[in-house]
C-alpha cells in the first residue's frame, strides 16, 4: 500500500499540469480580458481607470488578450503596451505558463487584477465559509443518507419505503437553491417567521461574545444554508446507498451466512455492510468537492455568504485570471488529494483490497 501511496502522490504532479494546461490554452481562445476591460472602463469612465493603468502593480501572468481593434479605438499605442506589461501580457504565452507553474509549486498564485489583494490572501479569507457550508452538510447528509438507504434497502417494498421514496423524489427533483429561498420565506424574514439571520457567518457583535454564544451564534447562521444543502443533496446518497445494499443482499455469501444461523444484523452490518460501503466511500470524494465549492455557490448568493464559490464565480465574470487559475489549482490538489484519501479508505473498510497487485495486473 505504501508504494501505491507514494505512486498516486507523483501523479498528482503530471496531473496538476495537465489540467492547467487544459485550461490555460481555453483561456488563450476565449474572447475579452482584462486589458479588454480596462479599456473599455478607460473609455466609459477615462480618470478612475487612467489612474489604475499607469499605477497598478503587475500581477497577472496566465492570460493573453487579442489587440486587433485597440488602435482603432483611440487609446495610445504607448498606454496599450504599459497596460500589457502591467498584467503580465507582454511575454509569450509558453513563458507565462512555465512561470504560472513555477510559482504555483511554491502557492505563489499573484494577485488579483481588481481586488488589489493576492490570490493566496483572497482564498484563505473566503476558505471559512466554504469550509463551513461543505464539512457540516456533507457530515449531515452521510448520518442521514446512510442510515435511510439502509433501512430503505432492509425494508424494500415496505410503506417505509414508498413514503420515504417520496420524499427523495421532492429532494432529487427540486434543486437546493429553491429550498434556500423556500426557507428564507418561511423563517428568515420572508413572509412568516424571522427565527434566523439572513446575511454573513457571524453577528457583528461576534467578537464581544464568550466562547459558547459565539458556537450557538455561528451554527444559527449555518442552520439555512446547511440545510438547504442537505436536502437538495441527501436523495442521491440514500438512493446510492440503498441499491448497494440491494445488490449485496441478493449475493450467495448472504444466503450462506443466514443458513449458518446468524441474527439478521450480524449479516448486515458484518458481512453486507462492509461490501456495500465500497460505492458509497468512492463517491466521497465529488460529494465533498461538489459541497465545499461549486455546489455552494448560489447559496452563497442567497444567504450573502462571501466563500469561495462566489470567489471564482465573481472571478470569471471579471476575468480575473489570477484568481480563476488559483482557486482552479486549489480545488484541482483538493480533489487529487481526496480521491487518494477515498481509495485509502476502501483498504480499511475492506482489507482484501489490494491496489498494488491490481497495478502490476
Given at each position: 500500500?505504501?508504494?501505491?501511496?507514494?505512486?498516486?502522490?507523483?501523479?498528482?504532479?503530471?496531473?496538476?499540469?495537465?489540467?492547467?494546461?487544459?485550461?490555460?490554452?481555453?483561456?488563450?481562445?476565449?474572447?475579452?480580458?482584462?486589458?479588454?476591460?480596462?479599456?473599455?472602463?478607460?473609455?466609459?469612465?477615462?480618470?478612475?481607470?487612467?489612474?489604475?493603468?499607469?499605477?497598478?502593480?503587475?500581477?497577472?501572468?496566465?492570460?493573453?488578450?487579442?489587440?486587433?481593434?485597440?488602435?482603432?479605438?483611440?487609446?495610445?499605442?504607448?498606454?496599450?503596451?504599459?497596460?500589457?506589461?502591467?498584467?503580465?501580457?507582454?511575454?509569450?504565452?509558453?513563458?507565462?505558463?512555465?512561470?504560472?507553474?513555477?510559482?504555483?509549486?511554491?502557492?505563489?498564485?499573484?494577485?488579483?487584477?481588481?481586488?488589489?489583494?493576492?490570490?493566496?490572501?483572497?482564498?484563505?479569507?473566503?476558505?471559512?465559509?466554504?469550509?463551513?457550508?461543505?464539512?457540516?452538510?456533507?457530515?449531515?447528509?452521510?448520518?442521514?443518507?446512510?442510515?435511510?438507504?439502509?433501512?430503505?434497502?432492509?425494508?424494500?417494498?415496505?410503506?417505509?419505503?414508498?413514503?420515504?421514496?417520496?420524499?427523495?423524489?421532492?429532494?432529487?427533483?427540486?434543486?437546493?437553491?429553491?429550498?434556500?429561498?423556500?426557507?428564507?420565506?418561511?423563517?428568515?424574514?420572508?413572509?412568516?417567521?424571522?427565527?434566523?439571520?439572513?446575511?454573513?457567518?457571524?453577528?457583528?457583535?461576534?467578537?464581544?461574545?464568550?466562547?459558547?454564544?459565539?458556537?450557538?451564534?455561528?451554527?444559527?447562521?449555518?442552520?439555512?444554508?446547511?440545510?438547504?444543502?442537505?436536502?437538495?443533496?441527501?436523495?442521491?446518497?440514500?438512493?446510492?446507498?440503498?441499491?448497494?445494499?440491494?445488490?449485496?443482499?441478493?449475493?450467495?455469501?448472504?444466503?450462506?451466512?443466514?443458513?449458518?444461523?446468524?441474527?439478521?444484523?450480524?449479516?448486515?452490518?458484518?458481512?453486507?455492510?462492509?461490501?456495500?460501503?465500497?460505492?458509497?466511500?468512492?463517491?466521497?470524494?465529488?460529494?465533498?468537492?461538489?459541497?465545499?465549492?461549486?455546489?455552494?455557490?448560489?447559496?452563497?448568493?442567497?444567504?450573502?455568504?462571501?466563500?469561495?464559490?462566489?470567489?471564482?464565480?465573481?472571478?470569471?465574470?471579471?476575468?480575473?485570471?489570477?484568481?480563476?487559475?488559483?482557486?482552479?489549482?486549489?480545488?484541482?490538489?483538493?480533489?487529487?488529494?481526496?480521491?487518494?484519501?477515498?481509495?485509502?479508505?476502501y483498504v480499511l473498510v475492506d482489507p482484501r483490497i489490494d491496489f498494488e497487485?491490481?497495478?502490476?495486473?
Amino acid at each position: 500500500m505504501g508504494v501505491y501511496i507514494l505512486r498516486r502522490l507523483a501523479l498528482i504532479i503530471p496531473t496538476l499540469i495537465g489540467i492547467m494546461l487544459l485550461n490555460f490554452v481555453i483561456v488563450q481562445a476565449a474572447p475579452g480580458g482584462p486589458v479588454e476591460q480596462l479599456i473599455a472602463e478607460m473609455e466609459g469612465h477615462g480618470g478612475g481607470a487612467l489612474a489604475r493603468a499607469s499605477g497598478g502593480s503587475s500581477g497577472g501572468e496566465v492570460a493573453s488578450s487579442s489587440s486587433d481593434s485597440r488602435g482603432s479605438r483611440g487609446i495610445p499605442e504607448e498606454l496599450l503596451k504599459e497596460i500589457e506589461v502591467m498584467y503580465g501580457f507582454d511575454k509569450p504565452a509558453h513563458e507565462r505558463f512555465f512561470k504560472m507553474l513555477g510559482d504555483y509549486a511554491t502557492f505563489n498564485f499573484g494577485e488579483s487584477f481588481f481586488r488589489e489583494r493576492t490570490v493566496l490572501e483572497l482564498i484563505l479569507d473566503k476558505m471559512p465559509v466554504s469550509i463551513s457550508l461543505g464539512l457540516w452538510s456533507t457530515l449531515i447528509i452521510y448520518l442521514i443518507s446512510i442510515p435511510l438507504g439502509i433501512r430503505k434497502a432492509v425494508t424494500d417494498g415496505s410503506r417505509f419505503d414508498v413514503w420515504s421514496s417520496s420524499a427523495i423524489v421532492v429532494g432529487y427533483a427540486i434543486p437546493g437553491f429553491l429550498f434556500a429561498i423556500l426557507l428564507i420565506v418561511l423563517f428568515a424574514g420572508g413572509s412568516y417567521f424571522d427565527w434566523f439571520p439572513l446575511r454573513g457567518l457571524t453577528s457583528t457583535n461576534f467578537d464581544e461574545l464568550n466562547w459558547y454564544q459565539k458556537i450557538g451564534d455561528y451554527f444559527w447562521h449555518l442552520a439555512l444554508p446547511v440545510t438547504a444543502n442537505v436536502i437538495g443533496g441527501f436523495a442521491t446518497l440514500t438512493l446510492l446507498t440503498k441499491n448497494s445494499f440491494l445488490d449485496e443482499i441478493s449475493k450467495q455469501y448472504v444466503v450462506t451466512a443466514r443458513a449458518k444461523g446468524l441474527e439478521e444484523k450480524q449479516v448486515l452490518y458484518g458481512h453486507v455492510f462492509r461490501n456495500a460501503m465500497l460505492i458509497v466511500i468512492a463517491s466521497l470524494p465529488g460529494v465533498l468537492v461538489s459541497l465545499f465549492f461549486t455546489g455552494s455557490l448560489l447559496i452563497e448568493v442567497i444567504f450573502s455568504l462571501d466563500g469561495l464559490g462566489l470567489l471564482g464565480f465573481e472571478a470569471a465574470l471579471n476575468r480575473d485570471y489570477p484568481v480563476i487559475f488559483g482557486t482552479l489549482y486549489i480545488f484541482t490538489l483538493m480533489g487529487l488529494v481526496l480521491k487518494l484519501i477515498s481509495d485509502i479508505t476502501y483498504v480499511l473498510v475492506d482489507p482484501r483490497i489490494d491496489f498494488e497487485s491490481r497495478e502490476g495486473a
